[in-house]
């Protein structure tokens, strides 16, 4: 069993493989937490680990008992207005003006499966027997609203998810104006606290701090979830490391406003919550109404950082994100942006889509600016029909061109999003999100459309829809470049306008879904001004993402590094693109262009017909080799070796190990040149010890132990081309 139930002690056991989260039912029938860590074997009673004592100054549940206070008392989802004063996991406004809860235990139930969350993206099961559910009733009889607390368990993968829904059974509305999808209190605070965060163009940089006294946290208010901050955190102990340690990891499966904390209290207990920000938030429950809260992904690992992020990749690349292409190899692809910006016609890119099948590229992405009278970023975005004056034959004639070159063809959309120069604004300017009587300010020359609006959803599916149905399309990429400012919503009343953030990213869900119903075949690949909304949520309905807007080698050593905390490799857009590169301006070499690209979904994104041929030569080796390769890439187990985020640190490096640890793909990269070096040493991880490999075609063998203790002599290694600056190389491992 994966869940177990004590009915002497109303204690919980919830066991994967290698880890327990253990809570009990406390006297008062609220719900407090036991352990969360390495797995414990199952016993009748876990009261031992439980205990309750008096202390001064403090406030107490019972006349005459001076021992039972939550102040007191880590707890499971604490609640607001006893004798806790701590933030709470929930808040509810009650028609009397009351914010005082008390939600008791009502009933539970275990069943094998994981149901799916309404209007939600969330992981989900193939088989039942894959995770285990408990989910648990609790109510307050006074306002006659039920809490519903569920817990999955996926034992094989040591994951633990959990999600929370209220529902309105009384007679009297009630506001819900704050709810956390989890709260864990741990039992001291010697840990340090781990963000990815950055912004446009060095998102996901990785940043530690030591938990201090007081709450310290992370959180998004701009409509997604950001490139400032990820709606993730992990505690680890000073001392772990990417192979050694305790790690807790928290991961919120959603694309919107978010608040990720820890607060720290007098008694040195941490509470962890993660969820919908509270920050400009509110949502009405009248009778029968109920509200389900995002989904979180909770990770435990004593083996450091690495083991963290190895649970995510496996659970988010086979059990997050979906449909055909969840396991298929993905198509390297050219992308026209860089290459053309806005000033292209069909002859231009018929001839970058000829050039690049010469290479090897098998898939084509026709970028920003192929509709309406769309010549630069100040117009039509939201008018949806092809521009004949670039493309006579329309995208479906362009397409079939592409097509008949034997190459796939893809398609760009900003789909959430209107200028005010377009046919779209003219007819419906009610369709923005704004307040009428407010002025109405703008990012890169355009608006957010009112995604909490039914007939907005409707008009923008059917628009994408009859491009999608009428053309041979087999890839979208869906980019939003704009956050949400004078929030409002000219279709809800004064009472629910605090709901259009919330609502406004269900709309976004629901058109995903639609899409991806109607058309499986398409390969979606999401992205927010490159990394602004990369996220658990995303890739439930897109299985990549496009990392960041930053191709940059050198940057992007970080951006993916980080990115790598929590996301597999798979869901990262990484695209060798011209030089000097448009983001920095730096010089780096093709090859080092590549080696960075190649862990993540590869491609290219600059004009392949201006390469030099010696140019086209390094792409058609690099294009051969990523096909040869792709399929460990994108389903082997990613290894963070040399961290870029070290102090003065000058190198990078990673590997990925197929699941037989048979192959290996390491990539090894040095920014600047260092003048008269040491002799430097690699370690590798996650061979198999006994196993005899070579590195590339050297004739020399090592086994798996002495790549894992001793390492590779990298001077011994590396080619003459590893000289100057952002110099790189990759080694093949592979079983002899």
Known sequence: MT??????TNEFHLQTKNVSYIFKRLENNQLGQIYYGKRLRHRDSFERLYHVSHRPNTNYEYEGNLEFSLDLIKQEYPTFGNTDFREPAFQLLQENGSRTTNFEYNTHCVYKGKKQLEGLPATYVEREEEATTLEISLLDAVINVEMKLSYSVFESLDAITRSVTFINHGNEPVNLTRVMSASVDLPDSNFEMLQLSGAWARERHMKERQLVPGIQSISSARGTSSSQHNPFLALKRPETT??????????????GNFLAQVEVDHYDVSRVMIGINPFDFNWLLTKGESFQAP?????????????????????????????????????????????????????????????????GVELFVLDDGWFGKRDDDTTSLGDWFVNKRKLPNGIEGLAKKITALGLDFGLWFEPEMVSKVSELYEAHPDWVIHRPERKLSHGRNQYVLDFSRQEVVDYIYELMAKTLREAPISYVKWDMNRFMTEIGSLSLPANRQKEVAH?????????????????????????????????????????????????????????????SMVYPISAMGAHVSAVPNHQVGRITSLETRANVAYFGTFGYELDITKMTEKEKAQVRKQTAFYKENRGLIQTGEFYRLTSPFVVNSNETSWMVVSEDKTEALVGYYQVLADPNPGFKRLILAGLDPN????????????YGDELMNAGIQLEKYLSDSFVGDFSSTIFKVTKV
């Open 3 to 8: 869940i177990h139930f004590n009915n002497q």
């Open 295 to 359: 989904e979180v992904v909770m990770v435990y690992s004593n083996n450091g950082l690495n083991g963290m992020s190895q649970v995510y990749h496996k659970l988010y690349r086979t059990r997050l994100a979906r449909g055909r292409w969840r396991d298929q190899e993905r198509p390297i692809l050219i992308n026209n942006w860089e290459a053309t910006y806005f000033q292209f016609d069909e002859q231009k890119i018929v001839e970058i889509a000829e050039q690049s099948k010469e290479l």
């Open 503 to 563: 609502r406004y990213i269900l709309g976004v869900y629901q058109l995903y879904e639609r899409l991806i119903a109607d058309f499986p075949h398409i390969l979606f690949e999401s992205c927010a001004s490159g990394g602004c909304r990369f996220d658990p949520g995303m890739l439930y309905y897109a299985p990549q993402g496009w990392t960041s807007d930053d191709t940059d080698a050198v940057e992007r050593l970080k951006i993916q590094y980080g990115t």
């Open 242 to 255: 990417e192979t050694h340690g305790d790690v807790y990891g928290f991961s919120l499966v959603y694309s």
């Open 691 to 702: 196993y005899e490999y070579r590195i590339n075609e050297i004739e020399t063998t090592f």
